[in-house]
T-cell receptor, first 114, second 116 residues
Framework: AAGVIQSPRHLIKEKRETATLKCYPI?????VYWYQQGPGQDPQFLIS???????DKGSIPDRFSAQQFSDYHSELNMSSLELGDSALYFC?????????????FGPGTRLTVL | AQSVTQLDSQVPVFEEAPVELRCNYS??????LFWYVQYPNQGLQLLLK??????LVKGINGFEAEFNKSQTSFHLRKPSVHISDTAEYFC??????????????FGKGTLLTVNP
């Protein structure tokens, strides 16, 4: 079965650079969520989209922005990177935005900021 | 706002022993409850979920959990663990009351280590 695809899987950037993370949801899934998992931490919700509109926003820095495109894939854009942005970034997708809709997680993008 | 407390950061057990991973939650609204497993360098995989109905929920890989509303708990259990169950386990909640707040709030995780 098709799963959530995230690219790249690994990314190394310098401080103050920009990064773009991509997420391709499971086919027919219309809802995408982004989570950030710092080293040894629990995943923290960043932002979500349903039908290309932002549906919820969590602890996402102003330096980050995201959008969902017409084919439902999503991109997380990160600017002025800081050392503290080093983390595993997960994308999850679901069919519909309801709390009872199972969120399927991708393998994550590991971002390292040097 | 919701919060999740996983009472044990690490649980070492021997193979074939039973295990219980504890999870308590706090919320001002009704919630759905989930357990996810994360193997090293991998994403999160759903083990089981409680939405409504029977408070005893069975999941994949022989795991089960019991929802206790009065104690606001959702402990995960397995009667006999295998080496392959070694992983990080996360308890999570989301609001069940609708609106647009469907995000998952996770606990800090419990590292289950199964020793031979």
């Amino acid at each position: 079965a098709a799963g959530v695809i995230q690219s790249p899987r690994h990314l190394i950037k310098e401080k103050r650079e920009t990064a773009t993370l991509k997420c391709y949801p499971i086919p027919r899934h219309d809802t995408v969520y982004w989570y950030q998992q710092g080293p040894g931490q629990d995943p923290q919700f960043l932002i979500s989209f349903y039908e290309k509109m932002q549906s919820d926003k969590g602890s996402i820095p102003d330096r980050f922005s995201a959008q969902q495109f017409s084919d439902y894939h999503s991109e997380l854009n990160m600017s002025s990177l800081e050392l503290g942005d080093s983390a595993l970034y997960f994308c999850a997708s679901s069919l519909g935005p309801g709390s009872d809709s199972e969120q399927f997680f991708g393998p994550g993008t590991r971002l390292t900021v040097l | 706002a919701q919060s999740v407390t996983q009472l044990d950061s690490q649980v070492p057990v021997f193979e074939e022993a039973p295990v219980e991973l504890r999870c308590n939650y706090s919320s001002s609204v009704s919630v759905y409850l989930f357990w996810y497993v994360q193997y090293p360098n991998q994403g999160l995989q759903l083990l089981l979920k409680y939405l409504s109905g029977s408070t005893l929920v069975k999941g994949i890989n022989g795991f089960e959990a019991e929802f206790n509303k009065s104690q606001t708990s959702f402990h995960l259990r397995k009667p006999s663990v295998h080496i392959s169950d070694t992983a990080e386990y996360f308890c999570a909640v989301s609001e069940s009351s609708g609106g647009s707040n469907y995000k998952l709030t996770f606990g800090k995780g419990t590292l289950l280590t199964v020793n031979p």
